[in-house]
C-alpha cells in the first residue's frame, strides 16, 4: 500500500510570507501527527490529528496552525515566517486504536530566507 | 510532561554489537518505541516494548525495565547500513498524549 505522502518536498520562502504543507496518510490511517525535526533537536511534536479533530498540540506559537479533512488528509500551516522556522517538517499516521508503528513520510525541507 | 535522554553519539565497528541506551521520565507510561532515521530520510519504526524484557526481530532488539525508567536498543552484526540516528520515544498514557521523542543518537558504524 501507498506509504505517507507528503509535498512539497521542499520549498523556500521569504521571511515574513506563510507557508501550507500537505500531508497524505496511508489509506486507513485516521491518526496524523506532525513534527518539526531540526538539527540537535529531534523531534518536536507539533499537532495530532483524529477524525478532523486536533487531539493535541505541542508547545509552538499560533503561527503554527492545522487541520484535517474528512479523507485523513492534514495540511499544517505556518504564518509570518521567521528564519527560526527553517526545519525538516514531518507527517506520521497510524490506525486510530493502536498505540505504535507510526509511520513517517519523507517530510517537507522549508528553508526561511 | 515527558522527558528523555539518550547518548547523542555512538560509534562502533562493523560486525561488533552496540547498545543504544535511553532513560525517561513520564507522569504514567504507555510504552517505549525506536525509530531509525538515515540522513535524508523519513524515521522508520523499529520496535515497541509496553512490558518488562526483551523483544527480538532479527539483529535488532530492545529491552525495557518500567521500574527503572529505562530501556535500550541492541543492534548485532553491525552493518554500514546501520549507520543512522537512532530515535526512543515514549507516550506517557493511551491515545490522549503525543508521542515525545527523544533527541536521538547518531551511530557511526566502521570498517
Known amino acids: 500500500k501507498a506509504g505517507v505522502t507528503q509535498t512539497p518536498r521542499y520549498l523556500i520562502k521569504t521571511r515574513g510570507q506563510q507557508v501550507t504543507l500537505s500531508c497524505s496518510p496511508i489509506?486507513?490511517?485516521?491518526?496524523v501527527s506532525w513534527y518539526q525535526q531540526t538539527p540537535g533537536q529531534g523531534l518536536q511534536f507539533l499537532f495530532e490529528?483524529?477524525?478532523?479533530?486536533?487531539?493535541n498540540k505541542g508547545n509552538f506559537p499560533g503561527r503554527f496552525s492545522g487541520r484535517q479533512f474528512s479523507n485523513s488528509r492534514s495540511e499544517m500551516n505556518v504564518s509570518t515566517l521567521e528564519l527560526g522556522d527553517s526545519a525538516l517538517y514531518l507527517c506520521?499516521?497510524?490506525?486510530?486504536?493502536?498505540?505504535?508503528?507510526?509511520?513517517f513520510g519523507s517530510g517537507t525541507r522549508l528553508t526561511v530566507v | 510532561g515527558q522527558s528523555l535522554e539518550q547518548p547523542s553519539e555512538v560509534t562502533a565497528v562493523e560486525g561488533a554489537i552496540v547498545q543504544i541506551n535511553c532513560t525517561y521520565q513520564?507522569?504514567?507510561?504507555?510504552?517505549l518505541s525506536w525509530y531509525q532515521q538515515h540522513d535524508g530520510g523519513a524515521p522508520t519504526f523499529l520496535s515497541y516494548?509496553?512490558?518488562?524484557g526483551l523483544e527480538e526481530t532479527g539483529r535488532f532488539s530492545s529491552f525495557l525495565s518500567r521500574s527503572d525508567s529505562y530501556g535500550y536498543l541492541l543492534l548485532q552484526e553491525l552493518q554500514m547500513k546501520d549507520s543512522a540516528s537512532y530515535f526512543c520515544?515514549?507516550?506517557?498514557?493511551?491515545?490522549?498524549?503525543?508521542?515525545?521523542f527523544g533527541k536521538g543518537t547518531r551511530l557511526s558504524v566502521i570498517a
Open positions: 506520521a499516521s497510524k490506525l486510530g486504536g493502536q498505540n505504535y508503528g507510526y509511520t
Open positions: 489509506s486507513g490511517h485516521r491518526s
Open positions: 490529528y483524529f477524525s478532523e479533530t486536533q487531539r
Open positions: 513520564t507522569s504514567g507510561f504507555y510504552g
Open positions: 516494548n509496553a512490558l518488562d
Open positions: 520515544a515514549v507516550r506517557d498514557s493511551s491515545g490522549n498524549t503525543p508521542l515525545v
